[in-house]
């Protein structure tokens, strides 16, 4: 297991990484994650990574689900155009419970990855990075306007 001190510094590297646009550096620093961690390790980089999805999210739709009983949804369209992909729709679904509050859809998604074995959840967080930086990088960019809804892709 690795520490919280060491595990944080790790995080944050990934997501340098990943933000720099080093995706392979990222790669090889999570796979010091799994070698040397477990399991909720990586749920902690996935969670990580959907934060920083949110802040970018909240730069791009800054009124979206403020108001009570408003949600993020992940439009039927855009749902069906990702289900073809399932490392993209995990990336996708994985930030919109996380937005929305719901570490029960955030964990079951995450566990799903974890049952479809090294390889594929290994694709599915580094996916999930790529998403939160196309994210961070449509957010530089200032506030979007939403045609759809939902998280975009």
Same mark, same amino acid.
């Given at each position: 297991m690795i520490g919280p001190e060491?595990?944080?510094v790790? !995080?944050?590297?990934?997501?340098?990484?990943?933000?720099?646009?080093r995706p392979a550096v990222a790669a090889s620093l999570l796979d010091v994650v799994t070698e040397h961690g477990d399991g909720g390790d990586l749920f902690g980089v996935c969670c990580a990574a959907a934060d920083t999805g949110r802040v970018a999210l909240? !730069?791009?739709?800054?009124?979206?689900? /403020?108001?009570?009983?408003?949600?993020? /949804?992940?439009?039927?369209?855009m749902a069906d155009q990702l289900a073809g992909d399932p490392h993209r729709?995990? =990336?996708?679904?994985? !930030? /919109?419970?996380y937005l929305n509050g719901d570490h029960a859809m955030a964990l079951a998604l995450f566990q799903a990855t974890e049952a479809a074995g090294y390889r594929d959840r290994a694709e599915a967080i580094?996916?999930?990075? =790529?998403? !939160?930086?196309?994210? /961070?990088?449509?957010?530089?960019?200032?506030?979007?306007t939403p045609d759809t809804g939902g998280v975009p892709a």
């Open positions: 060491s595990l944080h790790l !995080v944050q590297e990934i997501l340098r990484h990943t933000l720099d646009g909240h !730069v791009l739709f800054p009124d979206a689900g /403020t108001g009570p009983g408003e949600e993020w /949804t992940l439009p039927p369209a729709l995990f =990336a996708a679904r994985f !930030v /919109t419970a580094c996916t999930l990075l =790529a998403h !939160v930086r196309g994210l /961070t990088l449509r957010a530089e960019q200032g506030p979007a």
